[in-house]
């Protein structure tokens, strides 16, 4: 098998974490809230239906000059869904191909961002309102070290506050602050929303806004939750200001994973007015990314790609936390000498140039397909890609991190 020193070396050469840009420590000590958006794709913001728009919130939000908004900001999930995203930000590792990392390897030895914000002095926790082992993510939480997991038991849940999946938005979060209130500062909160999961039904007196009209119940409905979400992210916004906890923190929005498959394409086609091909298709994995720092006034939006592999090294830069020593495969967002490919876990790579998908590579900027006699031009990311999941893969399948010591590059 592949050797850790080997995948150390790989680190060193094209990763490396030790670029420091002038963004860095720009939040240290700050709690940070991280708000996961069930299902929720970037096509959503600024769409509208009938006139109305789906995430007015949202939208403003990333308009804000405190926000950074990433505007090419990629998942990177497979079939452990939210679990896989969770992965992703945690430990800078790809989830599996097959299966959820989370289930088979939960056990393993991992240098995770609950981990290395605890030996920074930060109170960790997990908010979602569901059964604690869903995903196994009991497990998995208590091995990365989170102080404390406010599962389903934490909250009140009834005929009246709960629709879909459970708990609604609204509810999850107004319920959260008083727990929230009673942390230790700084703390590091992750938020799993619930309410924008398929099949997307809600009451309809709930709603705020129409479905939309295709062949496609679960796209029609999608844009009725995403709406509610949209709201419950305002109504917490609030609520943090009432409590006197917005000022210190930062606050990140981050989507999982897709709401709508491709079984939907018809329908997708019908809604963005344009075929859904392998191109398409992979521009609609991109989900909202944002940093959004109270008062900071200099923030701007970001065109370069990312994907869910970045935030891990993003936030610790951004906290000004030496992540020197890591194995990571992502980089800080900022940085200017960054890995010219972004790879999906499908074997789909997004280049500045180029994206390879379904076998084809494709202009980026225009979508058309590379000329007869240039489709080699993919080539290059394509090996990049897959040396890199399988990389991963083998620190994974080998439990290859007991054999590392995170701290010997530590200044
Ligand atoms: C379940 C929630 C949704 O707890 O995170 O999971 P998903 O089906 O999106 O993976
Ligand atoms: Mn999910």
């Not at 289930?103 to 059964?131: G, M, R």
Request: with cysteine; aromatic share 16%; net charge negative.
């Amino acid at each position: 098998g592949t050797e850790i020193s080997e995948i150390e070396g790989y680190m060193d050469e094209n990763v490396n974490t030790n670029e420091k840009t002038d963004l860095y420590g720009l939040a240290k000590g700050k709690n940070v809230i991280f708000v996961s958006l069930e299902s929720f794709q970037n096509f959503l913001l600024d769409s509208k239906i009938n006139g109305k728009e789906t995430t007015p919130f949202l939208n403003d939000l990333k308009e804000s000059k405190d926000t950074f908004w990433f505007k090419n900001f990629y998942h990177q999930t497979a079939q452990g869904k939210t679990s896989d995203s969770e992965f992703l930000i945690e430990n800078s590792l790809y989830p599996l191909g097959r299966g959820a990392v989370y289930f088979t390897n939960a056990q393993n030895e991992y240098h995770s961002l609950p981990e290395i914000l605890k030996e920074n002095n930060y109170y960790t926790s997990v908010f979602h309102a569901n059964n604690r082992s869903f995903w196994n993510r009991d497990v998995m939480y208590n091995n990365i070290g989170y102080d404390h997991f406010y599962d389903e038991t934490s909250f009140v849940e009834n005929s009246e506050n709960s629709f879909g999946w459970g708990l609604d938005d609204k509810d999850f979060f107004a319920q959260s602050i008083k727990y929230l209130k009673k942390q230790k500062q700084p703390f590091y909160s992750k938020f799993i929303t619930l309410t924008n999961h398929f099949p997307f039904e809600m009451p309809q007196d709930k709603a705020n806004i129409d479905q939309f009209d295709s062949g496609s119940e679960t796209l029609n409905h999608y844009f009725q939750t995403a709406r509610y979400t949209d709201e419950s992210i305002e109504e917490f916004f609030q609520e943090l200001k009432e409590a006197g906890l917005y000022q210190n923190s930062v606050i990140v929005l981050m989507g999982d994973h897709y709401g709508i498959s491709e079984f939907h394409n018809n329908a997708m086609g019908k809604f963005l007015g344009k075929d859904i091909n392998g191109y398409e298709h992979t521009q609609l994995q991109r989900v909202p990314f944002m940093i959004h720092i109270p008062g900071y006034h200099k923030a701007s939006q970001k065109n370069n790609i990312a994907g869910q592999i970045d935030v891990k090294p993003t936030l610790l830069h951004l906290l000004g936390i030496d992540n020197s020593g890591d194995l990571a495969f992502g980089q800080d967002m900022f940085r200017q000498n960054r890995k010219d490919f972004l790879a999906l876990r499908d074997g789909t790579v997004v280049s500045d140039d180029y994206i390879y998908a379904d076998s084809t590579c494709y202009h980026r900027d225009t979508g058309k397909p590379v000329a007869e006699g240039k489709e080699s031009s993919c080539e290059s990311y394509k090996d990049k890609a897959k040396k890199e999941l399988e990389y991963s893969d083998s620190i994974i399948y080998g439990d290859l991190f007991r054999f590392y010591d995170f701290h010997s590059k530590l200044n």
